[in-house]
């Protein structure tokens, strides 16, 4: 799991604003109990450069949202 806390996003409002925004899925940590909030899990079955190009879309959202949270 991807701890997104540091966005001041829920998991679940992270994964929404990554599938509107940029056509991700993810799953937010909230499915999956109380231990998972604030976290998003990504699925490791697509080939490697989709996964990597989808890695660096994650992560250049989330600096976005957190710069702004700052």
């Given amino acids: 799991m991807v701890d997104v806390r540091a966005t001041k996003l829920s998991g679940e409002e992270f994964a929404w604003k990554l599938l ?37 879309t994650i992560r250049s959202m989330a600096e976005a949202l957190v710069a702004k949270a700052k």
């Avoid at 056509?23 to 109380?34: A, D, L, Q, R, Y």
Wanted: charged share 20%.
């Fill in 20 to 56: 509107d925004d940029h056509n991700i899925g993810v799953m937010p940590g909230e499915s999956f109990g109380k231990g998972g909030a604030g976290h998003v899990r990504i699925a490791l079955t697509v080939e490697a450069q989709v996964l990597r190009q989808a890695c660096e």
